[in-house]
């Protein structure tokens, strides 16, 4: 009789002692009782992240200069959601890109402004409500050639956390990422943004380094339009895959218990400990992390002319990778102090000493 069928038994007759005890065992048989299959051939997916995060952080260099570790635009912020855009602008800095940009409404410039002085907020997005149905056209140019003269600056876009879903703004955001596959920045969409590009799959279709980061709802809904099925849990790697390859090899970071990556091409997983602590506001830390190691990775591979020894070598892969592992290690420190009443911003604090720990600047 084996541990599980004792386990069981127990249950069955009731032999358990109290409740919590009988919680635990529950627990021990999901856990070894089922899906050891999958975790099998997870593992053989898993990535290399420790060594991935210490390969592609930069040295600090008294030589260089502002600018040249990082510069991030987050493109979101409206009325009523000012935290998302602080949260993944803030996160970017804390792991060391030199200069964080907010680009959001004027209604939600005040507040993100008053979060941090570090942040570079620019109220320039515009709003249904705020605008006539006359001046739209011109409105949606001035907006979009307000952030346009800024482009060429940033390594990286993230474009929707806080963005809200009104149209107007929804379609002056829509030509923004157009501007950004122009000039070849980087765009990482999350949030709302998803919400834009599911019904707009051209935005982003084709582009490499386009790199989508849906929650289970947002991919339950990306796997539905694009491949025209429910998601396949049982097949989760090789349905990421289609569904990556099917969009034209944009990179999909499939958030979860075990985070998936794809860019059609391969698949990785980082499953490290992360918290239990569900709290809001996790999405938006990973969606600013990956812009900058995603940003590092691209000056690392482009100054070693391809003699880099690590795998994968995709850039969006790695920023990935990166950022998902990070995101978890800080997370687990944060649960380890506050336990249940572990926030957002007590995960953010916790990003540099977690990078730290892999990766020590000195």
């Known amino acids: 009789m084996n541990y599980l069928t004792v386990l069981n038994s127990a249950i069955n007759h009731k032999l358990a002692p109290p409740l919590a005890v009988l919680r635990r065992q529950q627990f021990l048989i999901r856990v070894l009782?089922?899906?050891?299959?999958?975790?099998?051939?997870?593992?053989?997916?898993?990535?290399?992240?420790?060594?991935?995060?210490?390969?592609?952080?930069?040295?600090?260099?008294p030589n260089r200069h502002k600018g040249q570790a990082g510069k991030v635009a987050v493109i979101g912020g409206c009325r009523e959601y000012?935290?998302?855009?602080?949260?993944?602008?803030?996160?970017?800095?804390?792991?060391?890109?030199?200069?964080?940009?907010?680009?959001?409404?004027?209604?939600?410039?005040?507040?993100?402004k008053s979060y941090s002085p570090e942040l570079i907020v620019h109220?320039?997005?515009?709003?249904?409500?705020?605008?006539?149905?006359?001046?739209?056209?011109?409105?949606?140019?001035?907006?979009?050639?307000?952030?346009?003269?800024?482009?060429?600056?940033?390594?990286?876009?993230?474009?929707?956390?806080?963005?809200?879903?009104?149209?107007?703004?929804?379609?002056?955001?829509?030509?923004?990422?157009?501007?950004?596959?122009?000039?070849?920045?980087?765009?990482?969409?999350?949030?709302?943004?998803l919400f834009l590009v599911t019904n707009n799959l051209g935005l982003v279709s084709g582009y490499p380094l386009a790199i989508l980061t849906p929650n289970v709802n947002e991919?339950?809904?990306?796997?539905?339009?694009?491949?025209?099925?429910?998601?396949?849990?049982?097949?989760?790697?090789?349905?990421?895959?289609s569904l990556a390859k099917q969009i034209g090899g944009v990179t999909i970071l499939r958030k979860g218990k075990c985070d998936l990556i794809s860019d059609g091409e391969i698949v990785k997983s980082v499953s490290s400990h992360g918290s239990p602590r569900r709290c809001g506001g996790q999405g938006d830390i990973l969606s600013g992390s990956v812009a900058v190691f995603l940003s590092w990775a691209r000056q690392l591979i482009?100054?070693?002319?391809?003699?880099?020894?690590?795998?994968?070598?995709?850039?969006?892969?790695?920023?990935?990778?990166?950022?998902?592992?990070?995101?978890?290690?800080?997370?687990?420190?944060a649960f380890e102090d506050r336990k249940r009443s572990t926030l957002t911003t007590d995960i953010i604090e916790c990003l540099g000493r977690s990078l730290e720990d892999i990766c020590p600047a000195c």
Not at 41 to 56: P, T
Not at 219 to 234: G, I, P, S, T
Not at 303 to 318: C, F, Q, R, V, Y
């Open 33 to 61: 009782g089922v899906g050891g299959e999958n975790r099998m051939q997870g593992s053989k997916f898993e990535a290399d992240s420790d060594n991935i995060l210490r390969a592609i952080t930069p040295v600090l260099d």
């Open 82 to 112: 000012t935290g998302a855009p602080y949260f993944a602008a803030i996160s970017a800095l804390k792991i060391g890109a030199d200069l964080s940009h907010v680009f959001c409404t004027k209604d939600a410039a005040p507040v993100i």
């Open 123 to 193: 109220p320039v997005l515009e709003e249904s409500y705020s605008v006539g149905d006359r001046d739209k056209d011109h409105i949606s140019r001035r907006v979009v050639a307000e952030v346009d003269k800024w482009m060429e600056r940033f390594d990286c876009l993230v474009v929707g956390p806080g963005l809200g879903r009104d149209p107007f703004l929804l379609d002056c955001v829509s030509e923004i990422i157009k501007q950004a596959r122009q000039s070849n920045v980087p765009v990482i969409i999350d949030g709302d943004g």
């Open 219 to 241: 991919y339950k809904r990306l796997v539905q339009k694009v491949l025209n099925c429910e998601v396949n849990d049982q097949d989760a790697h090789g349905q990421l895959l």
């Open 302 to 333: 482009l100054a070693d002319e391809g003699n880099l020894i690590i795998s994968p070598k995709n850039p969006t892969m790695l920023g990935c990778i990166a950022g998902s592992a990070l995101l978890r290690k800080a997370a687990s420190l």
